[in-house]
């Protein structure tokens, strides 16, 4: 349904400024016609098909104009996607090799059980990977059809950081002490699901994209009008600020995909933007106060902890 939306706009266009033009070519004979008939009473109708045509060309060029921008979206549309199906075919065959060549080293030789340890591990390693491509290609498969069923609750946020923060520091293999936490018990009301895809996906590239020596902060504090804030900073190289909106679209990573050292699809960031404006939040990016770096700062409608315990009880009074 969407490919289809997408075509229509372009093609309506097109035929529009087809009539255009050819209502513009018949005026044309006509304007010359009346207009060597002018001296005969034509004339006021000569002003009328000439105001007329005016009008036409303008709206011929604005035509062509909303036809190049149309063009030009999908010249860098069909470059992301591109960039994705050379950053999937790579993050497919690179684990499957890696599982191939233990599996036949396994299979021809005799290895100690040490060795064999080792092997598994990797090979778990590979099949996780795999596993972690999969659940986002499918994630956002079901954000392009509409939202996801699921009733929403009041979830501890807190909790949900702590817990992203684990998993990802384990399927890097690198000490939790990485990631400073300051939070607040705050209360969200959304599935759980929903925040632990966005906070998953914001601290996995927050681990992903820091220095050699990895330093994430994430800070959880309550804001006024109803809101919570979260930041989440790493000490990375940051992002040039012609590209911190660029960056939530479909399939946008920067640089070429072929020239990267770090495994990606580019729908990390559109699965965050996506949930969060259906969960009436928002995002925005910018530079560390101190050192290099990127910090992520996400809004959501949400309450102190303390609140949502004093609601429950009157409630229940």
Known sequence: MSARRSLRLPITLAIVMIVLLIVLTVGWVLLNVFGALGEHGYAGLYWALLSVGTTFIVLLVVGVIL???????????????SNFIDSVTHELKSPIAS???????????????????????????????????????????RLETGPLDGEAEDVALAEVLQECAETVCLSYRVSLQIVRMDLQPCTVRARRIDLEMIFRNLIDNAVKYAAAQPQVEVTLRPSTHGRI???????????PPPMRRKIFGRFVRLGMELERE??????????????????????????RQQ????VFEVQLPGVPAEETVENTEETAG
């Open 262 to 287: 770090k495994p990606g699809t580019g729908l990390g960031l559109y699965i965050v933007r996506t949930l969060l404006r259906r969960l009436g939040g928002r995002i925005r990016v910018r530079d």
């Open 291 to 294: 050192g290099p770096g990127t």
């Open 229 to 239: 804030v979260t930041q989440i900073a790493d000490n990375g190289r940051g992002i």
């Open 67 to 81: 036809y190049l921008v149309l063009s030009i979206k999908t010249i860098n549309l069909n470059r992301r996607q």
């Open 99 to 141: 599982m191939k060549l233990y599996l036949q080293t396994l299979n021809r030789h005799q290895v100690s059980e040490r060795q064999q340890a080792s092997f598994y591990q990797f090979m778990l390693e590979d099949v996780e990977r795999l596993d972690h491509l999969i659940n986002q290609i499918m994630d956002a498969g």
